[in-house]
């Protein structure tokens, strides 16, 4: 038997999206019921949260080495960012011939609307005790000392995401590339990046690895009675709206 366990959409605390949270239960399941002789995750993922990635992989980890069972991820649109943190946690990637993968960088984005609020007579006024408590403040001008400081600060989680893909990734990864621009490959491409190792599915590769009769176990996100019908979707549509955004900038 092979356990799958489906890793879809933004990355992120809460119940917006996947976060260690929502999936260990899935997870913990997948490595122990039924005595699977593999598990493979199926990533379709923009990213999102630096730290949600990597609780996730993190754990997928703990518990493969501890069963001592093989991972492998099968990519299906897209797997960036965190969602590439996560594929990397697996033994190996496998991708489709158009899955998007990579972007390993870190990206911040947000609004300014000190002039909008001077043009109806707004006066923002902030109080700190500690001169770094207020920090890229909206509703004030750009100060260069806090852009510093926000690059300082994704130049610390770019260096952390850069050593878990080379710990996973190895030798594999082709050095004569700078693959840590934030850049994106696709399929075949990703493959010979060292990003990615075979182009394939998961049932006709799983079958080729473990005999055509093997069974499938899938592990998925159940939603409760009340989020079925409609408590939470507010904040179900606003997650939808923020994740087509993050999948917009790789053309999806």
Avoid: C
Avoid at 69 to 98: C, H, K, M, Q, W
Avoid at 133 to 153: N, V
Wanted: charged fraction near 25%; charge should be positive.
């Amino acid at each position: 038997m092979v356990s799958v366990v489906r890793l879809n959409g933004m990355i992120a605390s809460g119940a917006r999206g996947l976060n260690d949270q929502s999936v260990s239960g899935l997870i913990e399941r997948a490595f122990t019921r039924g005595r699977p002789k593999a598990v493979a995750l199926v990533v379709n993922s923009p990213g999102g949260s630096p730290a949600q990635s990597s609780l996730i992989a993190g754990r997928i980890r703990r518990i493969a080495e501890e069963k001592k069972l093989p991972v492998t991820a099968f990519v299906e649109d897209l797997a960036a960012s965190g969602g590439y943190y996560i594929a990397s946690a697996a033994d190996d990637i496998v991708v489709d011939d158009n899955s998007i993968i990579g972007s390993i960088g870190v990206i911040s984005a947000s609004f300014g609307f000190s002039d909008a609020i001077a043009r109806i007579g707004v006066e923002r006024r902030v109080h700190t005790a500690g001169r770094s408590k207020s920090f890229l403040d909206p509703f004030q001008p750009e100060k260069d000392e806090d852009i510093a400081r926000l690059r300082h600060l994704q130049e610390q989680v770019h260096e952390t995401f850069i050593a878990h893909v080379r710990a996973r990734r190895g030798t594999r990864l082709d050095e004569s590339l700078d693959l840590f621009t934030g850049d994106v490959w696709v399929g075949r491409r990703a493959v010979e990046a060292g990003l990615a190792d075979a182009v394939g599915h998961l049932v006709p590769v799983m079958k080729q690895r473990y005999g055509s009769k093997v069974r499938f176990a899938s592990y998925g996100p159940r939603r409760s009675l009340l989020r079925r019908f409609g408590v939470e979707l507010a904040e179900q549509a606003a997650a939808g709206l923020e994740e087509r955004a993050l999948r917009a900038r790789f053309g999806l």
